[in-house]
């Protein structure tokens, strides 16, 4: 198996660019994404930060800082989709919402810019100070990603964040347009291990922090209580039970919300990481249920519903599935995961920006959790 540097020199030839002395992760270079001339999005700016701040690349690391400095938004959150626009011959924001936040990648850029405070303090020269970008940063997920009476991550910026009072929910808003989805959350912004770093650095609102911390948890024992695969959904809605519940349809991207889809996919690698941090024995059943569930398939596949059935068209495999899977089976140590490993460098040949980076990050945090 190819060393963990050999690994990142082909995924940093790959997908790191250059505009002017700006830096981004080119993840749509198959074209295989919806706007045709996407090409970079929040989501791959944070991996690319953290990447780039595992490896000590603090070059590579500047570069992406620029890239977020650039595209920040009213809110100082990174806008979500940046495009090529051949009219004006410039890089900027996708239209129909490129503008808006997206919760995963503004957390994976605040917790890269809290490691590489503990790596180097600075940028050369003293141009930026990481810890002085990323405080501002927290509050600002704080303030416009949390919602503020559930204590979850909300999708992103455009959703309200409801008003909280001494008397409890209003149903007000203070931030955000869009008002269907305020109790609406999604598990790959389950990002336990930044959480934590916020809760550590993040002094202001570190009792926050530790609030949505200890809900995400017990959100995640919840699910076990209703699937023992351990899969969680791409999508959870609040219900009157104080619990968020799988989707029972189509709420934001397509009928397979309620099932284990290319959200979810990353819920292993995240949760597993933060356990390799803490050893928080809340979240270990869950690693345990999804490592078994894993470990019992002949091979892991590109989606599952949550009873542990194949999404019926998926007959592929995937590295944004295999990776996360064989990262939680490594985790517990289950006795099967030699096999997955292997599966995994069978897929490597299949190169794409999501499961290149998924892969990368699961290396990296496997090696290194807490990041510094």
């Given at each position: ?8 020199q082909e995924w940093r030839s790959a997908y790191v ?356």
């Open positions: 198996m190819p060393s963990i540097d050999h690994k990142y660019r250059a505009w002017g002395d700006l830096l981004y992760i080119d993840y749509n270079k198959k074209g295989e994404v919806e706007q045709k001339n996407a090409i970079t999005c929040s989501e791959a700016i944070g991996y690319g930060m953290l990447i780039s701040v595992l490896m000590h690349n603090q070059q590579d690391f500047d570069g992406l800082l620029r890239w977020f400095l650039h595209f920040r938004n009213k809110n100082g959150l990174c806008a979500w989709q940046q495009i090529d626009d051949k009219s004006s011959r410039t890089y900027c924001n996708a239209p129909d919402g490129g503008s808006n936040s997206a919760t995963d990648g503004d957390i994976d850029i605040a917790t890269a810019l809290f490691y590489a405070s503990r790596v180097w303090g600075r940028s050369p020269c003293g141009r930026h100070d990481y810890r002085q970008i990323a405080i501002p940063l927290c509050k600002a997920i704080w303030d416009h990603e949390i919602n503020h009476f559930t204590f979850m991550p909300t999708l992103g910026d455009w959703v309200k964040v409801p008003e909280v009072s001494a008397a409890g929910y209003s149903g007000g808003a203070q931030y955000g347009s869009e008002g269907k989805y305020n109790d609406v959350t999604r598990p790959s912004d389950f990002i336990l291990s930044g959480f934590l770093t916020f809760y550590n650095e993040d002094v202001e609102r570190s009792s926050q922090w530790a609030r949505v911390l200890d809900t995400i948890i017990t959100n995640v024992q919840h699910q076990m209580t209703l699937n023992p695969t351990g899969l969680i959904a791409d999508f959870l809605k609040f219900s009157a039970n104080g619990f968020f519940e799988p989707a029972q349809h189509k709420l934001l991207e397509s009928d397979n919300d309620k099932d284990y889809n290319w959200n979810s996919c990353r819920v292993p690698w995240r949760l597993s990481t933060y356990y390799l941090m803490t050893h928080d024995a809340r979240v270990y059943p869950a690693l345990r249920a999804q490592a078994d569930f894993f470990g019992a398939l002949p091979e892991v596949q590109a989606g599952y519903h949550l009873n542990g059935h194949r999404i019926n068209d998926r007959s592929y495999c995937d590295m944004s599935y295999t990776a996360p899977a064989s990262m939680v089976m490594w985790t517990v140590r289950h006795p099967t995961q030699r096999r997955v490993q292997d599966e995994m460098e069978r897929l490597e040949s299949d190169r794409s920006y999501f499961g290149d980076s998924i892969q990368m990050l699961c290396l990296l945090q496997a090696r290194n959790p807490r990041g510094y």
